[in-house]
């Protein structure tokens, strides 16, 4: 009798705690699909970033592009670790400040480094409400018609790269390479 008691306290227990989860499991679940949506993102801003510097350095491209292109991956990186931070806190987990690997909230120690974790994890600031840049991601902090970090207009839609394919010049395949002679 004592066991079904037992057993009784503890499926109860489980109850409380599975019915306190679906709040936190919303927001966890929004905060990841925008976590995935900025890597995503930032992957894009790596591949044009990369092809304006190939098209640079055959002499047709244009610094000035590339310039911006690195302003853009830099807010980009800014805005995912924003959102890495936000994932974190919600998940109570913190990161290492030495090599950035992350452990439970209550850990004192880095399993990867062996520094001392900080007491507290730092809670990052809440996202300002409002519009932000197609381009970098910055926000739109007034009623300007360009964004301050990258130039892009904030009415326009987000910037669409050509296929790789058509920027790509000819690579000619019949070239010879000293030592392929068969004599």
Same mark, same amino acid.
Not at 22 to 51: F, I, Q, T
Not at 174 to 179: L, V
């Given at each position: 009798?004592?066991?079904?008691?037992?057993?009784?306290?503890?499926?109860?227990?489980?109850?409380?705690?599975?019915?306190?989860?679906?709040?936190?499991?919303?927001?966890?679940?929004?905060?990841?699909?925008?976590?995935?949506?900025?890597?995503?993102?930032?992957?894009?801003?790596?591949?044009?970033?990369?092809?304006?510097?190939?098209?640079?350095?055959?002499?047709?491209?244009?610094?000035?592009?590339?310039?911006?292109?690195?302003?853009?991956?830099?807010?980009?990186?800014?805005?995912?670790?924003?959102?890495?931070?936000?994932?974190?806190?919600?998940?109570?987990?913190?990161?290492?400040?030495?090599?950035?690997?992350?452990?439970?909230?209550?850990?004192?120690? =880095?399993?990867? *480094? %062996?520094?001392?974790?900080?007491?507290? $994890? @730092?809670?990052? #600031? !809440? +996202? &300002?409400?409002?519009?932000?840049?197609?381009?970098?991601?910055?926000?739109?902090?007034?009623?300007?018609?360009? =964004?301050?970090? *990258? %130039?892009?207009?904030?009415?326009?839609? $987000? @910037?669409?790269? #050509? !296929? +790789? &394919?058509?920027?790509?010049?000819?690579?000619?395949?019949?070239?010879?390479?000293?030592?392929?002679?068969?004599?």
């Amino acid at each position: 009798m004592d066991y079904l008691k037992e057993f009784g306290k503890q499926v109860s227990h489980v109850a409380r705690s599975v019915s306190g989860k679906p709040k936190g499991g919303s927001e966890l679940s929004r905060l990841n699909a925008e976590v995935k949506a900025a890597e995503d993102a930032l992957e894009k801003l790596y591949a044009r970033y990369g092809k304006a510097s190939y098209a640079l350095n055959q002499g047709s491209g244009d610094a000035r592009a590339l310039e911006d292109l690195a302003v853009q991956v830099h807010a980009a990186q800014l805005r995912l670790g924003e959102l890495t931070e936000q994932r974190d806190a919600a998940k109570q987990f913190k990161r290492c400040p030495s090599c950035g690997a992350v452990h439970p909230s209550q850990a004192k120690f =880095c399993s990867a *480094c %062996g520094k001392r974790l900080p007491d507290e $994890a @730092p809670r990052p #600031e !809440p +996202m &300002a409400e409002g519009e932000y840049c197609p381009g970098c991601g910055a926000l739109r902090e007034g009623g300007e018609a360009r =964004c301050p970090v *990258c %130039g892009a207009y904030f009415d326009a839609p $987000a @910037p669409v790269s #050509e !296929p +790789m &394919a058509a920027s790509m010049p000819e690579i000619a395949t019949d070239i010879e390479e000293p030592g392929d002679t068969i004599e």
